[in-house]
């Protein structure tokens, strides 16, 4: 253990909420020697998508980095270094028996003219990113599987998809084996410590104890206003909730091998999963409950769905909450005080975003303790 690694290892950190953002920072803090609590009272839950006990549980784990319109700004440059970062996180990850693989590619179907422009333009200023426009025979192979005569695509090489119960369960075997320490609790509130010289923070259990912490980070979603308002820090977050559902097609007439990872058509995502099934979603609803109507509108693709989705047969659907900050963009990721950072309100792009904002956590930290 080198000098730096053993004073961190001094320095103690506890992390609330265990969805992919709260992980992927344990999974950061720990390896820069930092003693780390991961809270959370489904800490320890069962990882699927039949019950999700997050937003990321009930995702599709879609990565669209490269694809996105804008070439500069805040947005922009946080995909661009996650998307970078993926590549070097998924290396490293691997080689802890992991098998997690980034599928690739993506494509998106333009809907309209106007549409189909603005892809052109983010071809000529993402050429360097390997996205490119859809030749003319491609274009005819998908007007045939969805019955409609299409004007033009995307496709992006190094966008895709990370499949998110594979990815939560791989990092938590790794928080085990580096010794992260889970905590199966609820946290009531949390308040700066007045009792303690050299701990900033104190953190307030359900279960009665008091945890005395050099920083806490942020990363409870939609619990993040109840721990943060009370400080004096107005965060103002919304639900916007996703329906995804699992269709069995009446026979195998589509050839998947002819597919992309993930294909984005009217703000849809389409993923082949088995032989005669198909992943869909996710809808975006400003409800904690699940609408009949936007479930509805989904699956009739906007009232264009062709014949084979029409004839398919639900088998599973499910629905996760993710949480969007009202009056700032996404994702809030800042320090509020000495000690208190936030990592939250990543609304759809937890996974996407992961790498960046566990790293710039760590470089807070890093900084202040120089």
């Known amino acids: 253990m080198n000098s730096k690694t053993a004073k961190n ?29 991961l809270i959370d009272p489904k800490v320890n ?48 990850i691997n080689q802890s028996n992991s098998c997690i693989k980034l599928e690739t590619p993506l494509i998106k179907l333009a809907n309209s003219e106007k549409e189909y422009q ?101 990363c409870s979603a939609l619990n993040t206003e109840k721990l943060l308002n009370p400080l004096g820090h107005e965060i103002l977050l919304e639900p916007i909730l996703g329906q995804v559902i699992e269709l069995e097609l009446e026979h195998q007439i589509l050839n998947w091998k002819k597919w992309p990872a993930i294909l984005n058509y009217q703000s849809i995502n389409f993923i082949p999963h088995n032989p005669k099934t198909i992943y869909i979603g996710a809808t975006i609803e400003n409800n904690t409950e699940p609408s009949l109507l936007h479930k509805e509108e989904m699956l009739s693709i906007n009232k264009t769905a062709p014949e084979w989705i029409k004839k398919a047969k639900i088998i599973q659907e499910w629905s996760g909450i993710r949480a969007r900050p009202k009056n700032e963009p996404a994702p809030l990721l800042k320090e509020l005080e000495p000690g208190l950072l936030i990592n939250s309100g990543h609304y759809r792009n937890g996974i996407l975003l992961a790498p960046y904002c566990a790293e710039w956590i760590g470089l807070q930290i890093e900084n202040q303790e120089k």
């Not at 839950?45 to 694809?67: F, H, R």
């Open 118 to 218: 603005s892809m052109i333009d983010i071809s000529k200023s993402k050429k360097e990113y390997n996205v490119e426009i859809l030749d003319k025979k491609t274009i005819e192979f998908w007007s045939s599987v969805f019955e409609k005569k299409l004007i033009g695509g995307l496709i992006s090489h190094e966008d895709g998809r990370l499949n998110p119960i594979t990815l939560l369960n791989s990092f938590m075997q790794i928080l085990d084996r580096v010794k992260v320490n889970k905590i199966e609790d609820n946290v009531i509130r949390i308040s700066k410590n007045v009792s303690s010289y050299n701990k900033k923070w104190s953190i307030y259990l359900e279960s009665n104890q008091c945890i005395n912490q050099d920083y806490i980070v942020i």
């Open 9 to 37: 290892n001094e320095i103690e950190i506890s992390i609330i909420g265990s969805g992919i953002a709260g992980i992927t920072t344990a999974f950061q803090l720990r390896k820069k020697g930092y003693k780390v609590n």
């Open 45 to 92: 839950s069962e990882i699927n998508n039949i019950n999700p006990q997050n937003g990321t549980q009930a995702s599709l784990g879609v990565l669209m980095g490269n694809i996105y319109k804008r070439s500069k700004g805040r947005a922009f440059l946080l995909r661009n270094k996650s998307m970078k970062l993926w590549k070097e996180w998924l290396i490293e």
